[in-house]
């Protein structure tokens, strides 16, 4: 069981480039979840999900889009990364509304 | 909205108390518990379901006021181990948001 998988552990994007954050699951959780970690604000929410086919914003949504074709799957996008966009990303699934299991996490920098 | 957590860091000395509050301006399903240690992913101690419920995790506990929105965690007799951020997150209409957090740092 390899609970929540998150690739990559380390990115390096120039701005405007694109890129996707895979996060995947294999507990047969309804609900994914991502946030971004920045020094002195916690975790913010950027987009989640609460079963294949249906995703729902946050509170930081702008610069990120998702798609949940598939219970296992929740991979985050970003448009056209911008230096704001520098930060600690955490995909997370929860089953049953109980507790939530994180990936690793992405460290992501934007030049 | 992000939940408010109080205070925003705590130093202690080994075998001391403290208490980390958390309060939310909506209703609450319930409250979660989560500690971070440097360069980790947050770890779940324990999350609050009922109005009033009290849990415990080793010397961690915690409790829920869910009329007033507001949770308190416990750490008592404090170890070495109990260094990190605590989070608390919040959960309504299956939405959880986590607090700005509270770094503890506990010294021998």
């Known amino acids: 069981n390899a609970g929540v998988t998150q690739t990559p552990k380390f990115q390096v994007l120039k701005t405007g480039q694109s890129m996707t954050l895979q996060c995947a699951q294999d507990?047969?959780?309804?609900?994914m979840s991502w946030y971004r970690q920045d020094p002195g604000m916690g975790l913010r929410l950027i987009h989640y999900?609460?079963?294949?086919?249906?995703?729902d914003q946050g509170e930081v949504p702008n610069g990120y889009n998702v798609s949940r074709s598939t219970t296992e799957d929740f991979p985050l996008r970003l448009l056209s990364a911008a230096p704001s966009q520098t930060s600690v990303y955490f995909c997370?699934?929860?089953?049953?509304?109980?507790?939530?299991?994180f990936g690793q996490g992405t460290r992501l920098t934007v030049v | 909205q992000q939940p408010v957590q109080s205070p925003q860091a705590v130093i202690l000395r080994e075998g001391e108390d403290a208490v980390i509050n958390c309060s939310s301006s909506?209703?609450?399903?319930?409250v979660h518990w989560y500690r971070q240690k440097h360069g980790e992913a947050p770890v779940f101690l324990m999350i609050?379901?009922?109005?009033?419920e009290q849990k415990g995790h080793d010397k961690i506990s915690a409790s829920f006021n869910e009329k007033k929105q507001q949770s308190s965690l416990y750490l008592t007799a404090s170890q070495l181990s109990y260094s990190g951020t605590y989070f608390c997150?919040?959960?309504?209409?299956?939405?959880?948001?986590f607090g700005a957090g509270t770094t503890v740092t506990v010294r021998a």
């Open positions: 507990m047969n959780h309804e609900y």
């Open positions: 609050l379901l009922k109005g009033g």
């Open positions: 997150g919040t959960e309504n209409d299956y939405k959880l948001s």
């Open positions: 997370a699934s929860i089953g049953g509304r109980t507790e939530a299991f």
């Open positions: 909506k209703a609450l399903y319930s």
């Open positions: 999900s609460v079963g294949a086919g249906i995703t």
